[in-house]
Structures are given as structure tokens and as C-alpha cells.
């Protein structure tokens, strides 16, 4: 009797052990999980500040090959987290993560400012819910290419003084989608990314700061019973520029939790690849730090201030964006980045050779054809409704009333994007239209008698 008791007592605590283990399973500590070795993904324009296509830099329109072949660099340089900024809730974005999760690479999912400032939280929740749908999940679990939900970016500085309450107010809004889909499996974190200093302006006084504005956001989600639990889906985020050891003293001896860092730019204005190699490497031996997010890929020459200076590539002239880096020349302040800077993130995160994956450098342009032997033509793989989009897409920049080739919808993407690229190369302009389109010799066009003269 008492033999079939034990046999019974084991029974039930292996079963228990096993439900603790299931219902674990979706939310395992992140302090389990190897270091994220990130890189911050993101342009500014001067285009129309209010439509979210063209922010969103990882949107099926804006997604081409020459960003493709970014992945490659970044996933070369050791990176495995890519962190962006924009998400236009009207768009798509499957060939981002599909891209992806060809690269091995991981993403955030943003909800900027913008979103929050012109969305309700309850208006967002049904936003959220349907993208899970869309594009989230595979099956009821998140994509794997998925690391973490990212709510505003430094709302402390750029919201209300109620920034903390509408914060707290979208991560619910997230936590009612999932709940809604019914998500399973192991879910993204969820943080808020806010600035950090390790001394407080008003006293002087070193590691106040920081840890005043993480213990605001926190304590107001323990105000609104947000189901969350710190150090496994919740997790602590900062912006900095500190060093290492300022970094080490607040969150090793002071804040006490993991943390991400959500933007590091090593050395602020006086980055040089040494100290990006230096901090970098020194950062990680930081206890609690759980994933670091170098500051950042693209030059942002159109900023002002000394994040001007925080680019680990000149690349920001390849794409659509009028600036002092129109027509892949590079202001002298920032020439002497070149490609200097994303090598040291490399060397610092153990990656491989990134240089020759460069087609340009900060000084210009590699050697080819000369551009006036060279047209923008649609490429033969295009599909109908893909030139057709592209059309549109470029009709709504410049006049395509004169085309005289819009009986076919190939012999029309002849014409409009030659003219596009005529018109518009010199601001900086790219011929790509989402990879439906390159730059070839008027001699290789299927429709000559369309091209824009």
C-alpha cells in the first residue's frame, strides 16, 4: 500500500513538473538566452513626414535588392537583431521577414511616436490583432525572425508627461491582441525604449536618471496590473552613450535587472572604430545587459545635432532621400567614416570581413558604366500587377501624361521609369521600384521606342 502511495506521489509531482514546464515554455527567462548582437536599421527623408510608406523603410515597396544585400553585410558583421523605427500599419511587410528568415537574422517590431500619438490604444489593440493574422505568426506562434515588441522611443522626451500611462496603455493593447488570437509558443519581449544619462541634470549626482525614468515606466505598469513579468517578457531598455563602466556601475550596482541597449553609439561625437570596437566589447561584459543595438547603419545626414554623427556607413545617398549626400558624395565631416566603423562593430561582435561586400564607400560610387549610357528600364521577371504598382507609385512624382506606349503595361514601365530616373536621379533618386527595375544600356531595352528622351 504504502509502495503504491510513493509510486503516486511521483506520479502527480512529475506531472506538475511537467505543466510548470509547459506553461513556462512560452515565457522562459531571458536571462537564459545568449547575447543579441544588434544594429539599428533606419533613414531619415524629407518626404511627406505624414504617409507611412515612406519611413517605413522594410515595407513591400520600399524592400529591394540593394536593402537585401544590407542583410548581408549586417549578418556578416556578427549581428543577429536588427532593430528598425517605423511600421505603416496600412502596409506590407512580408518580404522583410521573409528575408529574414532566409538570413537567420532576427527584428523588432515598432510602434513609433507617431503611431501612438494619432491611434487609440483600444483602436490600436484590433491594428495589433490583425497583423498577427497577416504577418506576425506562423500557425499561433510568433515568426521566429521576431525578437521583441518595441512601444514609442524615448516617450519621455517627445510625449506628455503622461507618457508612462499611454506607454503602459499599449502593451496592453499588445497583451489583449494576443490574448484575442489565442497566441502560443514563445513570445517576443516587450520593452519601451527611453533615453539615459547615469547623472541627473538637476543634482549632478551619478546614476539617478536613468533608473528614475525606468522605475516611473515600471511602477505605472504595476499600477494598471499589466501581466507582464520583468526579466522574461518585460525587459528594461535604454538609449546612451555612456562607457562601459558608467553603464556597469548603474545596472550592476543600482537598477539590478536586465536591460537592453536599444541605441549605443560608442564614444558619442568622437566615435572613432577604436572606441566602437572598445565599447562594444567592453559592453558585453556587463552582467545584466541582454542585447546591444549599435547606433546605427545608415549616415543620417538630413539630422541635426550630434546624432549626425552616429553612422556606421555613408550609405544613406543609395536611396530616395534629397540631402547633403545627394548623388553618392558624402559631406567631408562624415568622409572620414567610410566603412571603417561597421568593420569595428564586426571585430567587436566576432563577425567576418564585411568590406568586400561594399558596393559603395563614402567616397562615392565603385567604377562602372557611366550613368549617361544608362537608362532605367522594368526587368523582364516583372510581373503585370508589379509594374503596374510601380507605374502608379512614380506617376504620383512626376507628369506620365505624355506616355505613348500605355497600351502595354511593359512598353509604359519603359517610359515612366526612364523619365522617373531622369528626373529624379539628381536628388538622389534609385532605379529599383521595389526590384522590378534597373539600370541597363538603352541598347538592351525590349521597347526603345518608349524610352523617355
Known sequence: MKLKIVILVV???????????????????????????GICYQFYNNKDPNTSLFPDMICNPNWNATRANDLSIIKTAGVSCIRTYEFGWDQSHDMYFGALESSGLQTNIPISNYNIMNIKPGDFSTTYFNYLGKEFTSGKQYRKCIHSIMVANEPELTMNP????????????????ENKFEIQGPLPLITVPVSFTTKDPS????????????????????????????????????????????????????????????????????????NITTYLTDIQTVSNVRAIFSF????????????????????ESQYEIPGPCAGNTCPP????????????VSTAFKG?????????????????????????????????????????????????????????????????????YNEKSSSGASCDFGGVAKLMNSSDSKSPQCISK
Open 11 to 37: 506520479i502527480l509531482l512529475v506531472c506538475l513538473f511537467a505543466l510548470n514546464m509547459y506553461l513556462n515554455s512560452s515565457r522562459s527567462s531571458y536571462s537564459d538566452q545568449p547575447l543579441t548582437k
Open 162 to 177: 503622461s507618457w508612462a500611462i499611454t506607454c503602459v496603455q499599449y502593451m496592453q493593447a499588445i497583451l489583449d491582441a
Open 333 to 344: 565631416s562624415d568622409a572620414k567614416i567610410g566603412n571603417k566603423f561597421i568593420s569595428a
Open 352 to 420: 567576418g570581413d564585411v568590406n568586400s561586400l561594399f558596393g559603395i564607400t563614402c567616397g562615392g560610387p565603385s567604377p562602372g558604366p557611366s550613368p549617361s549610357s544608362q537608362v532605367c528600364l522594368p526587368l523582364s521577371t516583372a510581373t503585370s500587377d508589379q509594374l503596374q504598382g510601380a507605374i502608379n507609385y512614380a506617376c504620383g512624382q512626376i507628369d506620365c501624361s505624355a506616355s505613348p506606349c500605355t497600351q502595354n503595361v511593359f512598353d509604359n514601365a519603359t517610359y515612366v521609369f526612364s523619365k522617373y
Open 296 to 315: 546605427q547603419y545608415f549616415d543620417p545626414t538630413n539630422k541635426t545635432g550630434a546624432e549626425r554623427n552616429f553612422a556606421m556607413t555613408c550609405f
Open 203 to 274: 543634482t549632478g549626482k551619478t546614476g539617478i536618471a536613468g533608473k528614475v525614468i525606468l522605475d516611473e515606466l515600471e511602477s505605472e505598469m504595476k499600477n494598471q496590473g499589466l501581466d507582464v513579468k520583468l526579466g522574461s517578457r518585460y525587459i528594461g531598455s535604454i538609449n546612451t552613450t555612456n562607457p562601459p563602466n558608467d553603464i556597469k556601475t548603474m545596472f550592476d550596482s543600482v537598477y539590478q535587472k536586465p536591460f537592453m541597449l536599444t541605441e549605443y553609439s560608442p564614444g558619442s561625437d568622437k566615435m572613432t572604430s577604436d
